[in-house]
C-alpha cells in the first residue's frame, strides 16, 4: 500500500509482508469438582488451535422436592373422528389430569354364530286371571240309563175311567149282617128302579174298621229323554298345587370342552330392553317350608330362575323355584341325602340354615 503526497504531506512507503490468522478455540477436559471448591479455567496448545479446559464445581443437593400427586378428574367422551385431549388443572403437589376420549367407529358386523342348546323348561308361572265367559258348548249325547231307584210313593188317582154297560137287575137276595163300611165307589149312573122290598129292621151301627195298610211301592217310572244341555257355567277355581316331586339324581359331571374361537364382534346393538342377570340366596328358616325371594328389581315379565347346585364336600344343596312373579318367587330347598335308598328319594328337606343359589336372568 503507497500513501501519495497531498497538500503538503511527505510520501511514506508502507510493505505489509503476512496477514494474522484466526485462532482456533475447542474445548478441552471439562472436570467436575467437589461441592465449595471454586472454578477454573486453562488454555493448552499453540495459535492458531488451542483448546479451552474447564473445572466447574458441582452444585449442593437441594431439599426434597414434595411428591406430585395426581388424580382424574373430568373424562369426556369426544366425538368419532375427533382427537383424544388431555388437560392439567391445580398447583402441584396436588394436580388433577382431564381427559377427552372420542367415541370409536362402530365395528363390521359378525357373523352370526350357532344356535345355543335349548334351554330347560322354565318354572310354571303365576295363575292368570279370570278368562272371559265362554260361549255355551253344544249339547252332548244322551247318557247312559242310570241304576234302578227305589220304588216310589203311589201316585196322585187318575183320571176316572169310561162307564162300563148297565148290567141286568138280579134278583133280590136275603138281606145280609151290616158289614164293615167299605170306601165308598165311584157314583154311577141311576139304575132302574127295582122292585120295593120289605123294610128290614134298622141294625146296630157297627165300628168304624182300621185303616187298611198302604199299599206297595210302585215301580219307577221309565227315565225321560236328556233335556237341553244348560250355559256352560263359570270355570271353577284352580285348585291347589301338588306337592313337587322327588329330584332325580345327578348324573356325573362331563369332561370340560376345549374353549371356542372368539367370534367377529357383532353390530352394534338397537335400543332394546337390557338383559339383566343377578344371583339370589334362599336361606331355610324352617326345614319344608318354601322361602320367600325378592329379587332386586322389578322385571318387565316373570324372569328365569335356574337353580345353582351348591356342594358342601359330597352333599348338594339345590332350590327349585316356584309361583315366579315379576317381583319374587318362593324356593323350596333341598340336599342330596348321604346314603341312596332304592325306593326313596336322593334328596330330602334341607334343615334350617341351609342355603340355595339362584341364578335370574330377565328383562
Do not use: H
Not at 388437560?87 to 344356535?115: C, F, H, K
Amino acid at each position: 500500500m503507497a500513501l501519495y503526497p497531498q497538500r503538503g504531506f511527505t510520501p511514506v512507503r508502507v510493505v505489509v509482508t503476512d496477514q494474522v490468522k484466526p485462532t482456533v478455540l475447542d474445548i478441552g477436559s471439562v472436570v467436575t469438582n467437589q461441592p465449595g471448591q471454586p472454578a477454573g479455567a486453562s488454555i493448552t496448545g499453540d495459535a492458531p488451535k488451542q483448546k479451552l479446559n474447564l473445572a466447574i464445581p458441582q452444585g449442593t443437593p437441594g431439599a426434597p422436592a414434595a411428591p406430585n400427586s395426581l388424580s382424574i378428574g373430568e373424562v369426556k367422551t369426544g366425538k368419532p373422528g375427533t382427537q383424544a385431549s388431555a388437560s392439567m388443572s391445580g398447583d402441584s403437589p396436588n394436580q388433577t389430569i382431564n381427559l377427552v376420549i372420542p367415541q370409536g367407529a362402530a365395528g363390521e358386523s359378525g357373523s352370526q354364530g350357532p344356535a345355543g342348546p335349548q334351554g330347560s323348561p322354565g318354572a310354571q308361572g303365576a295363575k292368570g286371571d279370570k278368562g272371559d265367559k265362554g260361549d255355551p258348548g253344544e249339547t252332548g249325547a244322551d247318557g247312559i240309563n242310570g241304576l234302578k231307584g227305589d220304588k216310589g210313593d203311589a201316585g196322585p188317582a187318575g183320571p176316572q175311567g169310561v162307564q162300563g154297560p148297565k148290567g141286568e137287575t138280579g134278583a133280590q137276595g136275603p138281606k145280609g149282617d151290616s158289614g164293615v163300611a167299605g170306601p165308598q165307589g165311584l157314583k154311577g149312573d141311576t139304575g132302574a128302579t127295582g122292585l120295593q122290598g120289605p123294610k128290614g129292621d134298622t141294625g146296630a151301627k157297627g165300628e168304624a174298621g182300621a185303616t187298611g195298610p198302604t199299599g206297595p211301592k210302585g215301580d219307577t217310572g221309565a227315565t225321560g229323554p236328556a233335556g237341553p244341555a244348560g250355559a256352560k257355567g263359570d270355570t271353577g277355581p284352580q285348585g291347589l298345587k301338588g306337592d313337587t316331586g322327588a329330584t332325580g339324581a345327578t348324573g356325573p359331571k362331563g369332561d370340560k370342552g376345549d374353549t371356542g374361537a372368539t367370534g367377529a364382534q357383532g353390530p352394534a346393538g338397537t335400543n332394546a330392553t337390557p338383559t339383566v342377570f343377578e344371583t339370589v340366596s334362599a336361606k331355610v328358616l324352617s326345614s319344608g317350608v318354601k322361602v320367600a325371594i325378592v329379587f332386586a328389581k322389578k322385571y318387565s315379565s316373570p324372569p328365569f330362575v335356574i337353580p345353582n347346585p351348591v356342594w358342601s364336600g359330597d352333599q348338594m344343596t339345590i332350590g327349585q323355584a316356584s309361583e315366579i312373579t315379576a317381583t319374587g318367587c318362593n324356593v323350596t330347598v333341598k340336599q342330596s341325602v348321604g346314603t341312596l335308598i332304592l325306593n326313596g328319594s336322593p334328596f330330602s328337606n334341607a334343615p334350617a340354615n341351609a342355603t340355595a343359589s339362584m341364578f335370574v336372568i330377565g328383562n
